[in-house]
Each structure stands twice: as structure tokens, then as C-alpha cells.
């Protein structure tokens, strides 16, 4: 899967940006179902981090496209750390269209590492 579903410091204009740009690739507004937490312990604290939920509003961000996510997940892993975990999400393009792309999730048992 050559997508991946951004929603802080990744995104476009935001302060993590250059990481992405770097890799190159296309970008299209899409939100997924999910609540925002704000990390309040660990190296990440103050910054965004998506809980995954079927139930919950729409959480606005871009996926990020190219087929060379493959060759930079173990840097793009590395780069979010223990506090996120790569997962598949549900996400919905500007569209409309549902498509499967990878996030980061907050990691819920790290906290306890």
C-alpha cells in the first residue's frame, strides 16, 4: 500500500513537512473517523496523535501518495517513534471515495513501556 493518511506535523506547511517532500509524491484532502488526543507524557508531548474510531467525527489531514513509501516506512516508522503506531485506516477523499491507507495511531500500550 503506497498511501498514508497525515493529520499533523507531516502534513503540508506544517513543521514536519520537508520529511515527506523529501520522499516526493501527490497529496489529496481526505479525513478519516477518529478522535485527536494531545500527548501529555514522553519525547512527543504537546503534539497531535489520532485514536482511531468508527463512531467518532471526521478528522481532516491529506493523503500523502507515491510509490516510494515502500522503500521509507522503516524511516518514516523510526521518525513517529513508540508513541504512534502504523495501522490501516478507512479514509475518505475529498471525493468521497473510501479508499485503505496507512496512519499513525497513537500507541495506547506505550504509555506503559
Known amino acids: 500500500m503506497n498511501q498514508l493518511f497525515v493529520y499533523g506535523t507531516l502534513c503540508p506547511n506544517q513543521a514536519n513537512a520537508h520529511i515527506l ?48 513509501l515502500t522503500e521509507n516506512w522503516q524511516m518514516l516508522d523510526d521518525f513517529e517513534g513508540f508513541q504512534y503506531q502504523r495501522v490501516i485506516a478507512d479514509v475518505k477523499l475529498e471525493s468521497g471515495e473510501i479508499i485503505k491507507a496507512w496512519t499513525y495511531q497513537m500507541n495506547v500500550h506505550a504509555k506503559n513501556i
Open 21 to 68: 517532500e523529501q520522499i516526493g509524491g501527490d497529496w489529496t484532502k481526505a479525513s478519516v473517523r477518529g478522535v485527536i488526543h494531545i500527548l501529555d507524557w514522553g519525547p512527543d508531548k504537546g503534539l497531535k496523535a489520532l485514536e482511531l474510531d468508527s463512531q467518532a467525527d471526521w478528522v481532516e489531514g491529506y493523503v500523502f501518495s507515491t510509490e516510494k
